[in-house]
């Protein structure tokens, strides 16, 4: 597994598993490429939370550079776009290996199954069963709170 971040400490975590090879994304996108070259494992699925220019980084470090050595296909699914909303994308990415873009997100999944799982997962919250960790702090402490390496998903308030 790759994971790619930003927060060194919770990269050290992951790391501590022999499975994962974790890229820094502290120094800007760029250090995807040479990362992910240099991953000791080859990426059959991609779940990207972040899309926008760190996107634009894993897809060309995805490029084939060879004709003589066939690449395995990669399965690149969008989830978010903490990173932004829009990538440029070179077309001869795409014909030089197998990759399939894909969203996951409401409109990715056939409404009737939606409807169908929904109601599970509503009474899974409602009675516990699924939780979330959550950590919250004011939007104007929302540098502080960003770095800050607290387990849980940050929910910004406006007090």
Do not use: C
Not at 22 to 33: D, H, K, Q
């Amino acid at each position: 597994m790759i994971a790619a971040g930003r927060n060194p400490a919770a990269l050290e975590r992951l790391a501590v598993d022999p499975r994962v090879f974790t890229v820094s994304l502290a120094s800007g996108p760029e250090n995807i490429t040479r990362a992910l070259a240099a991953a000791p494992t080859r990426l059959d699925i991609v779940l990207d939370y972040l899309w926008g220019p760190v996107a634009e980084a894993t897809l060309d470090a995805l490029r084939n550079h060879s004709l003589s050595t066939m690449q395995p296909a990669v399965q690149y699914v969008q989830v978010g776009a903490v990173a932004g909303r829009t990538v440029a994308l070179d077309a001869a990415i795409l014909r030089a290996r197998p990759i399939t873009i894909s969203g996951s997100g409401g409109g990715s999944i056939e409404p009737r199954l939606l409807f169908e799982e929904l109601p599970k997962l509503l009474d899974a919250a409602a009675n516990g069963t699924l939780t979330t960790r959550v950590r919250t702090a004011p939007l104007a402490d929302v540098t502080r709170a960003w770095e800050t390496d607290a387990p849980g998903r940050l929910v910004l308030t406006t007090e």
